[in-house]
């Protein structure tokens, strides 16, 4: 009771600090799906501008991601809505890369996101399209500026996104703020 008393008391008087236990117990472990949890990631919350990079951006480039984002934020809201219209537009635009940006594997995952049903299979689609777009943003510094990589250990799966608020992609409404930020460090592995 003192703890919820006191993250209220915090959240109430506009504070972005959190209390070394609400840290450690992250969205997806004691808690449960706390709504706004993942604003409580700390300083590490980003309030990056989306499309404040895009203008820097090659046109292939811009696509993938902006078409990738649309996908993001349409199963994080149970939606196959345009998703396959989304996700043709990045095998198009990888496909139609002279520049050869991306692998080509990226436009056979974009391909299967586009072929699926139903969320279920939207969503297993999305998971290695998501790994090497990851990788991709991972050698970009001007698009790790913009996305940051999440990691929710229920869907064990992780997905890019500009918000600083946790969407996702795999638990949708059910759980939609399950996942934490990576923090990329030296031995690999997910931090808070």
């Known amino acids: 009771m003192k703890k919820q008393i006191l993250v209220l008391s915090i959240l109430t008087a506009g504070f972005m600090t959190v209390p070394s236990f609400a840290a450690q117990t992250g969205c997806c472990s004691g808690m449960g799906a706390m709504p706004g949890c993942s604003a409580m990631s700390g300083p590490d919350a980003d309030q ?29 809201q149970d939606s196959l809505k345009d998703v396959a219209k989304e996700a043709q537009s990045i095998a198009k635009a990888v496909k139609e890369d002279g520049m050869a940006t991306f692998s080509k594997n990226i436009a056979q995952q974009a391909e299967a996101v586009a072929k699926a049903t139903d ?29 940051r990589q999440v990691h929710c250990s229920m869907a064990n799966a992780d997905w890019l996104q500009k918000e600083s608020t946790v969407n996702n992609p795999y638990l949708g409404k059910e759980m939609p703020h399950c996942g934490e930020f990576v923090k990329n460090n030296d031995n690999g592995k997910h931090g808070p």
């Open 119 to 147: 969320l279920h299979g939207a969503r297993e689609a999305f998971k290695p399209l998501s790994q090497s777009l990851i990788a991709y943003v991972a050698k970009s510094p001007v698009l790790a500026g913009s996305y």
């Open 48 to 76: 990056t501008k989306p499309g404040a990079v895009a203008e820097k951006l090659p046109p292939a480039v811009a696509t993938v991601f902006d078409n990738y984002g649309r996908i993001q934020t349409a199963l994080a």
